[in-house]
């Protein structure tokens, strides 16, 4: 085969999963990630342990951060362990909108080294169906997540002053997760194995997390630091989420972290659909 023969079976095989996307209505791809959605929730169904992490993080979280560091932390409050409670749990609301984005970067990549996207990649679907899919499955999972940590969190104190705020900062946390799970996947299928995912998650994941308002008020931070945690969107997700929950300013962290999620989505998205479509 000679060099320009090879070069445009190349090329005709990159392009041709952008033309068969062309080709699918949007009631088709709609039907396409209602249908691998209940693949990969059927696939929990079969591996229940997937969700030991739903499960356990807010419980263990919610009960280290309360007894450990609550009295301490809530004495510099001003209101003890009972106003660390009410603190720290919206905090922890924002910590599982990361914390459980990373598992879609890996469980791809699981997929990727398995077979299974190849073989998906094979069928007549819309390659971006397959990605959205996972976002879905693993929103739900975060939802999961979040019910669990209310519970235990009524449990240890914390006092829902307001429902409707409750559900609206859920919903901003699934907003924002839903865009880091765009870097996440882009991760999944750029590296190599789900270990290399996952140790570059835990980089992205541990500043971002612990540098911020989520566990404790950032005023007694040095201030390089304070600097660092004014430009994260985990801090200002944290803070809305305390504001739509316990009461206090929402709207300038709200839209602050509305417009990160927005411009994350708008970077990492075409980034990810565009990597799976033409990975070899």
Known sequence: MSAATATAATTATATAPAAADARIPLRGHLRHTSALIRRNLLWIKQDPES????????VIFTLLFVYVFGGSIGQALGGGQDGYVQYVIPGMIAMMSMSLSQGVGTGFSQDFNSGVMDRFRSLPIGRGSVLFAKIAVELARMLFATTVLMIVAVLVGFHINHWGGLFAAVGLSAVFASSIMWVFLTLGVTLKNAQSV??????????????????????????????????NPLSTL????????????????????????VAITAMAAPYAIHKFRTKS
């Open 51 to 58: 969700m030991f992490d739903a499960l356990l993080m807010p």
């Open 198 to 231: 996952q140790a570059m998650g835990f980089l992205v994941l541990f500043p971002l997390q612990f540098g911020s308002s989520i566990f404790a008020p950032t005023n007694s931070m040095p201030g390089w630091l304070q600097a660092f945690t004014d430009y």
């Open 238 to 261: 944290a803070d809305a989420a305390r504001g739509l929950m316990v009461g206090g300013p929402v709207a300038h962290d709200l839209w602050v972290t509305l417009g990160w999620s």
